[in-house]
Every structure is written in C-alpha cells, then in structure tokens.
C-alpha cells in the first residue's frame, strides 16, 4: 500500500478506496463518534482500524491505529493516489517522541 508520510499529521488515516473488505478483516473495527481537525477542515470519524504486528519503512509496530476516511473525505476516492496517511506524531509516539526529518537528503530519520 502507499501512504503520505504527514508532517502536520498526529493521526493515521485510511482513504476511502482502501478500505476494502479484504483488509478490514486483517483487523479489528472499531465504532468511533469524534471529529478530527485536519487542513481540509474537521472531518467526522465513524470508525477506526486497529492492526497488529504491522511493519512500516523495516519498524514493526505492536499496534497502530487508522481513522477511516469518509468517501468524500481528503478530496474524494478519484482524486487521492495514495491508501492513505502515516501520521508522523504517531511514529513520534513509537520512539519516545524524538524525530529528524530530513528533506534535503529526501531521507526521514527517527533517532
């Protein structure tokens, strides 16, 4: 799958095209009732993916968390490319809160 590794984002997020049946049975669904605050504007969350043992950029994750995208959320399903959103305040989170990112290289470093 290919995500945006956000910046700005303290949230992970799945977009609408992505959350097929297929993946959501390879994790736990879970009701949400809360409203995220993004660039686009708030965005209301009905629910959210939990997963376990999931790898990203060679880390394995015990458990990451992905708010589910409405259809029409971050520009609609024909217009986004990516799967979805990697939050860099929650790889933050992973190592204690200490994070390097690096755009001249093209690199993102966590230390």
Known sequence: MKFVLDTGSNANWLFHKSQNLELISCGQAQNEKTTATCGL??????RSLHFSEI??????????KF??????DFGGPSVTVEDGIIGTGQIAEW???????DFISNKFFLH
Not at 55 to 64: D, F, M, R, S
């Open 95 to 101: 190592f204690n809160g200490i994070q390097i990112i």
């Open 41 to 46: 504007g708030n965005i209301s969350v009905h």
């Open 67 to 72: 708010l589910c995208a409405n259809e029409n």
């Open 55 to 64: 790898k990203i950029g060679g880390y394995t994750a015990n458990e990451i």
